[in-house]
């Protein structure tokens, strides 16, 4: 693993907050903070604009939904091949940032001139979301390049930490700039935020590992077959597609359920939501005091199990108002605060786990293989709905979801105290 450029090596593992006082380290957090803030705007931002503007229906939401993931499951792959053959990471990365800024600007202008129309929507959304997945895949080395191998867990708290921010934050100002500028030049805001992540990622100054030679398609089937061949790698795979499979399966059915099963309003089921994120806060500044405690594979398994299980309560909860809407609340912050943990633990155990030369092809694999079972369970989920009904479906989505954790039992990563060693090729 390489070193970072600055702070004395000895420090060891401090917590968060030292990894701030280091200049690289803090101008990159940055950047994947305001970037951070910018994909939640854009969430809000785009769909507004397409319903508001140009009339959307739920069959053109869906083709917009659509054209944004599509890039996540037919490129992940071929894109983390290429970014491991380039030597610098970070220029990707600030590309990226200006690539999406110049498409998000694009927008107003386009509806400005009156020749903004959907499929020119779904086009800028597709090329939004390539940009977004070439940023994410050209990250996972360049974090390996800032970051000590002892402080993944603290170097992924503040990372996660400023997701579970943006969940807060995001969808309200991006609703907010909607409100006061519109649709379409609430986007230029969002611009202004991957400009500024473009700023402070020119301004980090870091020795990158080195690139192995030879084509995308030989790099692609080494990473294949590096995480076929390492049992933690391979379990953490496993699990999350499982856990992926029957969330996706609650998702497609959890808006319908609550709004026409359960009888919550529009607003009262946007408060729950909005106040189960914070539990992604508290998430966040758990998981890297409960790694040191008991372990980065135990605390896998935890966000494994504390992700999915408290969704129970939604299925089981009836009775009065308020008693749904605090199971609702308890279900939707428990569930926040494990998917914090899990992604933290989970990502550092990963880039732990791999070799430098590989991170932006495993990052591919593990993206392509979990984004495209999400619109598997979607489906699945929509199937089962009408087939048993909505309320037995969520039972088997938020029971069936715990079967990922099992994946991680029976995998060498269950014992395992510190971060795992990259396995011998």
Known sequence: MS??????????????????????????????????????????????????????????????????????????????GWADRQPEKRRIMIGADLSRAVLLLAVPALWWADVLTLPVLYLIAFLVGTFSLLFEVAHASLFASLVRWADYVDANTLLNGSRAASFVAGPSLGGLLVQWLSAAFALVADAFT????????????????????????????????????????????????????????????????????????AGTLGLIIGLGSIGGLLG????????????IGPSVILGFLLFPAPLILIPWVSGPHWLIFLALVTAE????????????????????ATPPSMLAVVSGLQRTVNYGIRPIGALLGGALGATIGVRPSLWIA????????????????????????????
């Open 284 to 295: 966040a500044a758990l998981a890297g005091p409960l790694s040191r405690r008991i372990g």
């Open 3 to 80: 070193a970072p450029v600055t702070a004395d090596p000895a420090a060891g593992r401090s917590g968060p907050v030292r990894l701030l006082r280091e200049v690289a380290f803090r101008r990159y957090w940055s950047a994947q903070t305001v970037s951070l803030l910018g994909d939640q705007i854009t969430l809000i931002a785009l769909p507004l604009l397409a319903v508001v503007a140009l009339g959307a229906g739920p069959a053109q939401m869906g083709y917009l939904t659509a054209a944004a993931l599509l890039p996540n499951l037919f490129l992940s792959l071929p894109a983390g």
């Open 194 to 265: 991957y400009l500024a992540s473009a700023l402070f990622l020119a301004r980090v100054r870091v020795p990158e590992a080195p690139v192995e030679t030879g084509d995308e398609l030989r790099g692609m089937t080494a990473g294949i077959r590096y995480v076929a061949g390492s049992a933690v790698l391979r379990a953490v795979l496993l699990g999350a597609t499982t856990l992926n499979l029957f969330n996706y399966i609650f998702a497609a059915l959890f808006v319908l359920y609550a709004t026409t099963g359960l009888h919550l309003s």
């Open 398 to 425: 938020t029971v069936g979801a715990l079967l990922g954790a099992l994946w991680i039992w029976f995998s060498p990563l269950r014992t395992m105290h510190d971060l795992p060693e990259i396995s011998p090729r």
């Open 333 to 352: 912050f428990l569930a926040a605060m494990g998917v914090m943990i899990l992604d933290i633990t989970v990502g550092s155990a990963q880039t732990a």
